[in-house]
Protein backbone atom coordinates (compact mmCIF):
# COMPACT_ATOMS: atom_id res chain seq x y z
CA UNK A 1 0.00 0.00 0.00
CA UNK A 2 1.34 3.42 -0.68
CA UNK A 3 2.03 5.62 2.30
CA UNK A 4 0.36 9.55 2.52
CA UNK A 5 3.60 11.27 2.82
CA UNK A 6 2.38 14.91 3.91
CA UNK A 7 -1.13 16.53 3.76
CA UNK A 8 -1.20 19.06 1.05
CA UNK A 9 -3.96 21.26 1.52
CA UNK A 10 -7.58 21.86 3.00
CA UNK A 11 -9.78 23.18 1.42
CA UNK A 12 -12.96 25.55 3.45
CA UNK A 13 -16.16 26.71 1.36
CA UNK A 14 -17.24 30.26 1.70
CA UNK A 15 -20.34 32.06 0.78
CA UNK A 16 -18.27 35.59 1.00
CA UNK A 17 -14.61 35.33 -0.52
CA UNK A 18 -13.54 38.74 0.50
CA UNK A 19 -14.35 38.55 3.68
CA UNK A 20 -12.50 35.47 4.40
CA UNK A 21 -9.55 36.74 2.86
CA UNK A 22 -10.28 39.30 5.07
CA UNK A 23 -10.23 36.90 7.91
CA UNK A 24 -7.80 34.50 6.98
CA UNK A 25 -5.07 37.95 5.99
CA UNK A 26 -5.45 39.14 9.36
CA UNK A 27 -4.58 35.98 11.60
CA UNK A 28 -0.90 35.87 9.44
CA UNK A 29 -1.78 34.08 6.22
CA UNK A 30 -0.66 35.46 2.62
CA UNK A 31 -2.80 35.65 -0.26
CA UNK A 32 -0.34 32.81 -2.75
CA UNK A 33 -3.17 32.33 -5.41
CA UNK A 34 -6.58 34.13 -6.32
CA UNK A 35 -8.13 36.77 -3.87
CA UNK A 36 -11.32 38.84 -3.00
CA UNK A 37 -12.88 38.29 -6.07
CA UNK A 38 -11.56 34.80 -7.07
CA UNK A 39 -13.75 31.77 -6.58
CA UNK A 40 -10.90 29.77 -5.43
CA UNK A 41 -7.93 31.57 -3.21
CA UNK A 42 -4.82 29.54 -2.08
CA UNK A 43 -3.56 30.94 1.16
CA UNK A 44 -0.21 30.39 2.73
CA UNK A 45 1.00 30.07 5.94
CA UNK A 46 5.37 29.11 5.58
CA UNK A 47 5.06 25.90 2.97
CA UNK A 48 1.93 24.76 3.87
CA UNK A 49 -1.89 25.80 1.99
CA UNK A 50 -5.00 26.55 3.16
CA UNK A 51 -7.48 26.97 0.47
CA UNK A 52 -10.97 28.74 0.29
CA UNK A 53 -13.51 27.81 -2.32
CA UNK A 54 -16.67 29.70 -3.34
CA UNK A 55 -19.80 28.06 -2.41
CA UNK A 56 -23.18 28.98 -3.92
CA UNK A 57 -25.47 31.18 -1.92
CA UNK A 58 -27.93 27.93 -1.58
CA UNK A 59 -25.31 25.41 -0.51
CA UNK A 60 -25.47 24.78 3.46
CA UNK A 61 -21.66 25.22 5.26
CA UNK A 62 -21.96 22.99 8.39
CA UNK A 63 -19.30 22.33 10.66
CA UNK A 64 -17.50 19.71 10.00
CA UNK A 65 -14.08 19.74 12.34
CA UNK A 66 -11.48 22.08 13.32
CA UNK A 67 -8.20 23.13 11.52
CA UNK A 68 -5.37 23.22 14.16
CA UNK A 69 -2.66 25.82 13.71
CA UNK A 70 0.89 25.59 15.68
CA UNK A 71 2.01 29.40 16.28
CA UNK A 72 4.79 30.01 18.56
CA UNK A 73 3.11 32.71 20.89
CA UNK A 74 -0.66 31.47 21.65
CA UNK A 75 -1.08 34.36 23.95
CA UNK A 76 0.14 36.61 21.43
CA UNK A 77 -2.17 35.21 18.71
CA UNK A 78 -4.98 35.42 20.48
CA UNK A 79 -4.50 39.47 21.07
CA UNK A 80 -3.84 40.04 17.47
CA UNK A 81 -7.17 37.87 16.81
CA UNK A 82 -8.86 40.24 18.95
CA UNK A 83 -7.53 43.04 17.75
CA UNK A 84 -8.63 42.37 14.42
CA UNK A 85 -12.19 42.54 15.21
CA UNK A 86 -12.57 38.81 15.67
CA UNK A 87 -14.17 37.02 18.76
CA UNK A 88 -11.92 33.93 20.03
CA UNK A 89 -14.66 31.02 21.63
CA UNK A 90 -12.38 31.39 24.70
CA UNK A 91 -9.24 32.46 26.27
CA UNK A 92 -5.96 30.58 25.35
CA UNK A 93 -5.81 27.46 28.24
CA UNK A 94 -3.38 24.70 28.91
CA UNK A 95 -4.97 21.27 27.35
CA UNK A 96 -4.64 18.05 29.06
CA UNK A 97 -3.45 16.44 26.19
CA UNK A 98 -0.21 18.83 26.52
CA UNK A 99 -1.46 21.56 24.33
CA UNK A 100 -1.82 25.50 25.07
CA UNK A 101 -4.91 26.63 22.52
CA UNK A 102 -7.79 28.82 21.68
CA UNK A 103 -10.30 28.75 19.15
CA UNK A 104 -12.14 31.17 16.71
CA UNK A 105 -14.65 30.78 14.21
CA UNK A 106 -13.95 32.23 11.02
CA UNK A 107 -17.13 33.92 9.01
CA UNK A 108 -18.67 31.13 7.15
CA UNK A 109 -18.43 28.61 10.67
CA UNK A 110 -15.71 26.81 10.29
CA UNK A 111 -13.29 26.54 13.66
CA UNK A 112 -10.04 27.32 13.60
CA UNK A 113 -7.78 26.53 16.59
CA UNK A 114 -4.31 27.54 17.76
CA UNK A 115 -2.18 25.54 20.03
CA UNK A 116 1.34 25.02 20.89
CA UNK A 117 2.56 22.09 22.47
CA UNK A 118 3.46 23.09 26.23
CA UNK A 119 6.95 22.83 27.40
CA UNK A 120 8.13 19.67 29.22
Known amino acids: MAKI ?14 RSVAFYRSIGFDVAKGGETAAFTTLAAGEDALNLILAAPDVPLRWWGRVILFVDDVDA ?4 VVDAGYSPDFAPSDAPWGERYFHVTDPDG ?7 PLSR
Open 110 to 116: HEISFAR
Open 77 to 80: MHRA
Open 5 to 18: EKLNAITLATHDMA
